[in-house]
């Protein structure tokens, strides 16, 4: 009887020592495995900050088809920063004029994040470059459903309302903008064309006069002033 006792403690002892070496030799591969997947990612993100860098080098010298080149190969399956990587090339492909590719990147951009408000943005930015005046507006008041008070989608709906020639909701609306950011012009500016389309010459000069305490030379401003003594 204590014979078996003492085999048995044995084998248990015996257990214990093979299944802590088990999980050593394992906590030891898992490391190993697991610091090798951290340097290709660290490898992977230097590898793209350095693409990136060299792209905005290029932006700067107005090489705009070779700053796309230098991020074109970046991996959107793989990378954390995919929304942003389409984002850069939506961007360089409107300074490039290629407003249609330009669309479609931004509206890529939107699925990767349904929160984003830059996409949205950039797309009703490349839809006026189009004059497509309409399908701006749209964008952009859906832009304004989530971020009421969104001062560049306002500028774009703004623009918008001038390609379309509706004078009396630019004077409105530029009215409430200006309200909301009084230290910017641009509301200004546009309540002095639209009060002009209307016929409303007096207001136009007011709303020029105002123009010209943030921009004092202003051309625009100035010319108008100067016409209507």
Do not use: C
Request: no cysteine; net charge positive.
């Amino acid at each position: 009887m204590l014979k078996n006792q003492f085999i048995f403690k044995v084998l248990l002892k015996a257990a214990f020592i093979a299944l802590l070496f088990f999980n050593t030799v394992n906590a030891m591969s898992l490391g190993k495995a697991n610091s090798q997947q951290k340097a290709v990612s660290q490898q992977k993100a230097v590898s793209q900050q350095k693409a990136m860098a060299r792209s905005y080098q290029l932006e700067a010298k107005q090489d705009y088809a070779q700053a796309l080149s230098a991020i074109e190969a970046l991996s959107l399956k793989t990378s954390q920063n995919s929304e942003f990587i389409v984002l850069r090339k939506a961007w360089l492909n409107y300074l490039q004029k290629n407003y249609n590719q330009a669309i479609r990147l931004y509206k890529q951009a939107a699925q990767l994040n349904k929160n984003s408000l830059d996409a949205p943005l950039g797309e009703a930015m490349a839809l006026l470059a189009q004059l497509r005046w309409k399908e701006a507006a749209k964008v952009s008041r859906k832009v304004l459903k989530r971020a009421p008070a969104n001062y560049t989608a306002h500028l774009r709906l703004m623009v918008s309302e001038a390609g379309q020639k509706k004078w009396q909701t630019l004077l409105e609306h530029a009215r409430q903008v200006s309200q909301w950011y009084p230290t910017q012009a641009v509301p200004l500016l546009y309540m002095a064309r639209a009060s002009h389309r209307l016929g409303q010459t007096a207001s136009a000069v007011n709303a020029y006069q105002s123009v010209l305490l943030h921009l004092p030379k202003n051309q625009e401003a100035l010319n108008y002033i100067a016409s209507n003594k």
